[in-house]
């Protein structure tokens, strides 16, 4: 157990519907990272944040946006869902944007 | 830019066999050096780490040397079990952002 939880562990949608995925991050850690991992795309970095403000944008797109909130949890929406969102997310934490990541569970993502 | 390179799978090895998945980056100044492991229906875990050049991470039975004049990371075990089937990311870390591998798949049949 790395101590990063998400939430829901699965989610099924349709086309269109907009969802919310949640993440705590372990215990005394600052930053939260988003990944979306796909069977063809492999893990593609999302978004970053650090102790509430945003620090670093990969692969993402116009349609999801994220936020870290004071207690230092984190969502990530996504909107107008297609069926290529179909994916596995994962959230990951650190102490700082220095050391190394401990990743959640993931979240299971089926849009039909 | 900075960038992470590792061997393609699928890799499919013999119970005990000798394992090596080969590792090299692109990335300015001095960043960490990091092996993840993902197992069938889980999220990663962190297997080891190397923080500085010549430093040598370990962890259950898995090594990797962060080599600067090579600017390789390259992941080893010298008798791999079933249980060690899984994909294998390499990471590094400049600072600024984190940086993956697209993942090696070992498959260790008894």
């Known amino acids: 157990d790395s101590g990063v939880t998400q939430t829901p562990k699965h989610l099924i949608t349709a086309t269109g519907q907009r969802v919310t995925l949640r993440c705590s991050p372990r215990s005394g850690d600052l930053s939260v990272y988003w990944y979306q991992q796909s069977l063809d795309q492999g893990l593609q970095f999302l978004i970053q944040?650090?102790?509430?403000?945003?620090?670093a944008k990969g692969n993402i797109l116009e349609r999801f946006s994220a936020q870290q909130f004071p207690d230092l949890h984190s969502e990530l929406n996504l909107s107008s869902l297609e069926l290529g969102d179909s994916a596995l997310y994962f959230c990951?934490?650190?102490?700082?944007?220095?050391?190394?990541?401990?990743f959640g569970p993931g979240t299971r993502l089926t849009v039909t | 830019g900075n960038s992470v390179t590792q061997m393609e799978g699928p890799v499919t090895l013999s119970e005990e066999a000798f394992l090596t998945i080969n590792c090299t980056y692109t990335a300015t100044g001095y960043p960490s050096l990091f092996w993840y492991v993902q197992y069938p229906g889980e999220g990663l875990q962190l297997l080891l780490k190397?923080?500085?050049?010549?430093d040598k991470g370990s962890n259950k039975g898995f090594e990797a040397t962060y080599r600067k004049e090579t600017t390789s990371f390259h992941l080893e075990k010298g008798s791999v079990q079933v249980s060690d089937s899984a994909v294998y990311f390499c990471a590094l870390n400049t600072g600024n952002q984190f940086y993956f591998g697209t993942g090696t798949s070992l498959t260790v049949i008894p």
């Open positions: 190397a923080t500085k050049a010549d």
């Open positions: 944040y650090y102790n509430g403000e945003e620090r």
């Open positions: 990951a934490s650190s102490v700082d944007v220095y050391r190394e990541q401990y």
